[in-house]
């Protein structure tokens, strides 16, 4: 790479100059690891595509936990009907919250995600 150097009036031609060259620190980002536990709920935040401060939009949907839940639950006997109950327990759905001004994606909960990440800060 280039480096542009300005030379003093007072230099004559043929003398050596000392010139100090520093290394360029380079900040690296170092990627954070720590688990943010999204809500059910809708929360504050700010949007990363139109950087405003909004409350999310959620929208549920029955995943993987409710519909093991429902095997389950019609394994020990619940085959009239209440064996459907879990797919109705909103703590149980995959929570997706997006941005109420521009409808970006924000965030995703799923309750897998959510306990786990519960039981490893709970155990630190
Ligand atoms: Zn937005």
Do not use: Y
């Amino acid at each position: 790479m280039p480096v542009e150097i300005t030379v003093p009036d007072d230099v004559s031609p043929g003398q050596k100059l000392l010139i100090d060259s520093q290394p360029v620190a380079v900040q690296q980002a170092v990627p954070v690891t720590t688990a943010i536990v999204v809500p059910s709920a809708p929360f504050l935040t700010t949007c990363p595509h139109c950087h405003q401060n909004v409350s999310t939009r959620v929208t549920r949907k029955a995943g993987l936990v409710p519909w093991l839940a429902c095997l389950g639950l019609a394994c020990v006997g619940c085959c009239c009907g209440c064996c459907l109950v879990p797919l109705f327990i909103p703590d149980l759905q995959d929570t997706s919250h997006f941005c109420t001004n521009c409808d970006t994606f924000i965030a995703k909960r799923s309750p897998l995600k959510a306990a786990a990440a519960a039981s490893s800060s709970s155990s630190s």
